[in-house]
Structures are given as C-alpha cells and as structure tokens.
C-alpha cells in the first residue's frame, strides 16, 4: 500500500484546512493521522477504521479536526493553532487504531502544516 498525503500549508491562527490520504490500494483495516514538529516525536492525531468508521482522537485535537473517509482518508482542522504546526503523515496497519506509530508498517510522504500566530 502507497499512501500520498496532500493538502497542507500557510494558514493564520483560527484557521481551517482539510488533509487528504489517498492509497494507492485499499488501505488496510485502520488509518492513522500523525505529525511531527521539529525536535518532537511523531505523535498520534486522529484513527479511523476503514470498514467501520470508528474514530480516535488525541485530546489535543478532540473538537477540533475531525477524520473521516470515503474513497480517500480527509483531516479536517479547524480553529488552528500555532502550536498544531508539523508534517503530518497517513499511514495504515491491519489491526484495529493504534495510537503508536511504531505500529504502523505502512507511511506515505507528509506534508507540511504552518499556523502562523
């Protein structure tokens, strides 16, 4: 499985974008969202089960973005913060969503979000 994440950039603090997570095949049971600032461990975002739409959120982010699919992953990120500046990654596994991304085997290209305050 290839995994391509797109629609990163420049928003202002307050802002919204949406990520997309598209999968050269059918991605496997769970699709994780991950990002890592610099200096920082990559750290889990958001999960979703791809048969049965399941979600897990980081409590940092819970209120806020919100994953869904349908033929790809999306990452919907309202009311950005400065702080919510990284690359994020998509990324698969077959078991259920894990909040390790050591237990990923499966990682796609990220792509660069920037909050500006």
């Known amino acids: 499985v290839q995994l391509q994440a797109s629609g990163g950039g420049l928003v202002q603090a307050g802002g919204s974008l949406r990520l997309s997570c598209a999968a050269s095949?059918?991605?496997?049971?769970?699709v994780g969202w991950f990002r890592q600032a610099p200096g920082r461990q990559r750290e889990f975002v958001a999960g979703?089960?791809?048969?049965?739409g399941t979600t897990v959120y980081a409590d940092s982010v819970k209120g806020r973005f919100t994953i869904s699919r349908d033929k790809v992953v999306y990452l919907q990120m309202n009311a950005l913060k400065a702080e919510d500046t990284a690359v994020y990654y998509c990324?698969?596994?077959?078991?259920?969503?894990?909040?390790?991304?050591?237990?990923?085997?499966?990682w796609g290209q990220g792509t660069q979000v920037t909050v500006s305050s």
């Open positions: 990324t698969t596994r077959s078991g259920d969503i894990s909040t390790t991304a050591s237990e990923y085997p499966y």
């Open positions: 095949g059918r991605p496997n049971y769970a």
């Open positions: 979703i089960t791809w048969n049965w």
